[in-house]
Nanobody, 119 residues
Framework: VQVVESGGGVVQPGGSLRLSCATS????????LSWYRQAPGKEREFVAS????????TYAGSRKGRFTISRDNAKSTVYLQMNSLKPEDTAVYFC?????????????WGQGTQVTVSS
């Protein structure tokens, strides 16, 4: 199984980025796909998740409105559209895929993609 993030980079405050997370080796329709992030010196924190089968979405309260999670079942890919980025959004963003019936603590992580918001 593979989970591969892409789309990170350097962006100015107020800018936008779209992260992608491509999965393989799974039955995509059975998955819960999540985005997390980890800033330097901080713990990894939840950003958003989506259930691939029915599209149920959950956001961390502080991210709702600026971040949008979506999925393309045909491409086995989940996206994170990030708008109005702030310097405090700077972090490594990770994707996690877990089988819906498994424990929330289970799952497969990608290697992460760096997002840097700086002028």
């Amino acid at each position: 199984v593979q989970v591969v993030e892409s789309g990170g980079g350097v962006v100015q405050p107020g800018g936008s980025l779209r992260l992608s997370c491509a999965t393989s080796g799974f039955t995509f329709s059975n998955l819960v796909l999540s985005w997390y992030r980890q800033a330097p010196g901080k713990e990894r924190e939840f950003v958003a998740s989506i259930v691939s089968a029915d599209g149920i979405i959950t956001y961390a309260g502080s991210r709702k409105g600026r971040f949008t999670i979506s999925r393309d079942n045909a491409k086995s890919t989940v996206y994170l559209q990030m708008n109005s980025l702030k310097p405090e959004d700077t972090a490594v963003y990770f994707c996690k895929a877990r089988v819906r019936s498994s424990s929330p603590s289970a799952g497969y992580w990608g290697q992460g993609t760096q997002v840097t918001v700086s002028s």
